[in-house]
């Protein structure tokens, strides 16, 4: 059981999966001890002793980042990786001037309505590399009354021998698939956390990555990124079509793109096709696999502990919700007693595969990419390349790599998790929306219900 509240002693307890949501403001503390981080958490000399970071982020707000880190840690050399272009980016360089340790990298975005959308962080310790995957921006907004999701690696050592792109890989291929992300950046800025990730020992690894980054890939290029990554890693490392081909598929996101006039456009048979893909298939699947999505309705936005300001971070706007309203019949509500997060609203997003029975599943994704094809990626040329626009990253937890079965034991409730059990972030089943419940689309004015906070929502 839990001891102490340390943050190295929070991560020990959620070993091996290491997957944790952060700590919301203005719930019980029932809820904010166990397999819960908040960025200082993460960042504390609990967790190691550091010598510099880089941050891959969307959003930044430099004063409150730096604030984060310990006294100690705040003039150690930082990099911070955005997708800013013209104003954004001077801003974003005004903000860290008085910061002489913050140097920037920003990302190539070749491909219209591409944004890096990554968030990553590589913490360098005197006594090695710590990696870390999440949802959040670096902003203090989403890190206050918002659940979001981390996955936290453990500190892998330095290899006694010199760099090296494939000594220290783990089964999982972390180090081949994490090199091959950063070197996609072709970013001279990189290059020396790219030479320190090839200098450690990465073998304690125990998820595989599943990034994304822009452009049109072709041939086998076209299996190391977006849905066919994860399609190819199902392939590989999926449940046996036996088992789990009957089961569900779980999608559950905070932002939606344009997903075509129907379904058999991209959702249900692309997309799909991925997220359904079993060991030694990836046909068709085989039985119509049951597809819920999970998006907070505009009720979960008005009560929430925000209330309508949660919506400014769930940018699904009418003029694209106008063109697919056959995708809100697959929405379910956002529900989390099970983690005292009913009304901290979603910008984690995640994708699973739970049993039919709801106690297990076959497997379990935390990732920055929302339910777009600018995200996953689309098919073009007759399925011969995959056309992604943004750059994301996330880490796909596989059963036979961290618990002795063949599926997790999964639940949302905390209070009664075991150790090896899968704690998830919402409940299950998933909720269906009532026929009164609407999908939150933030460009839509609520001037009749007010929030939880006694305001109206009056979107310009
Ligand atoms: O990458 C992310 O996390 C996000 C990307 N785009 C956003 C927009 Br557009 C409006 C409000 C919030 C977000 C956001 O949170």
Not at 120 to 134: E, Q, S
Request: charged share 20%.
């Amino acid at each position: 059981s839990l001891t102490s509240k340390e943050p190295i002693d929070i991560f020990t307890h959620a070993q091996p999966l290491s997957f944790f949501l952060t700590k919301v403001h203005g719930i019980s503390s029932d809820y904010n001890g166990a397999y819960t981080m908040s960025l200082r958490d993460i960042l504390s000399e609990s967790m190691g002793n550091l010598q510099e970071s880089c941050q891959f982020n969307y959003m930044f707000e430099i004063p409150w980042l730096i604030q984060q880190y310990p006294t100690s840690f705040r003039q150690k050399p930082l990099l911070c990786v955005h997708g800013f272009q013209g104003g954004q980016k001077a801003g974003l360089e005004a903000d860290a001037r008085k910061f002489t340790n913050i140097k920037f990298c920003q990302a190539k975005l070749e491909m219209p309505y591409g944004t890096h959308h990554t968030k990553m962080m590589f913490l360098m310790y005197d006594n090695g590399l710590r990696v870390v995957i999440h949802t959040a921006n670096l902003i203090e907004r989403d890190w206050h009354q918002k659940t979001q999701g981390i996955w936290i690696s453990p500190v892998f050592p330095k290899l006694k021998s010199g760099p090296s792109p494939t000594q220290g890989d783990s089964p999982t291929h972390f180090k081949r698939d994490l090199l091959q992300y950063v070197a996609a950046y072709k970013a001279y800025q990189l290059k020396d956390w790219q030479d320190h990730i090839s200098r450690h020992d990465l073998s304690s690894a125990n998820v595989f990555i599943v990034g994304s980054v822009p452009g049109r890939h072709m041939a086998e290029k076209k299996h190391w990124f977006g849905h066919m990554k994860l399609r190819k890693l199902l392939n590989e490392n999926g449940p046996v079509k036996e088992q789990a081909s009957k089961w569900p598929v779980i999608g559950q996101f905070s932002s939606i793109g344009s997903l075509g006039a129907s379904k058999e456009n991209w959702l249900s048979v692309e997309f799909l096709q991925s997220l359904a893909t079993v060991k030694g298939t990836s046909s068709v699947p085989l039985a119509p696999v049951e597809f819920k999505l999970i998006f907070p309705t505009v009720d979960n936005v008005r009560t929430s502990l925000e209330g309508y300001p949660a919506g400014g971070s769930i940018p699904y706007s009418i003029n694209v919700a106008k063109k697919q309203p056959w995708l809100h019949s697959y929405f379910h509500q956002w529900k989390s007693e099970g983690r005292g997060r009913n009304r901290a609203m979603p910008h984690i997003k995640t994708y699973c595969r739970p049993s039919p029975t709801w106690g297990e599943a076959a497997w379990f994704l935390v990732t920055s990419s929302n339910l777009s094809k600018a995200a996953w990626g689309a098919l073009e040329k007759k399925g011969s390349q995959l056309m992604i626009r943004s750059y994301e990253i996330g880490v796909l937890f596989i059963p036979k790599y961290l618990v002795e079965n063949a599926v997790f034991k999964c639940s949302s409730k905390v209070k009664e998790a075991g150790q090896k059990t899968f704690v998830l972030p919402y409940d299950l089943p998933p909720r269906a929306y009532t026929k009164s419940d609407k999908p939150w689309i933030w460009d839509i004015a609520h001037k009749e219900l007010p929030d939880s906070n006694g305001n109206m929502w009056c979107p310009s």
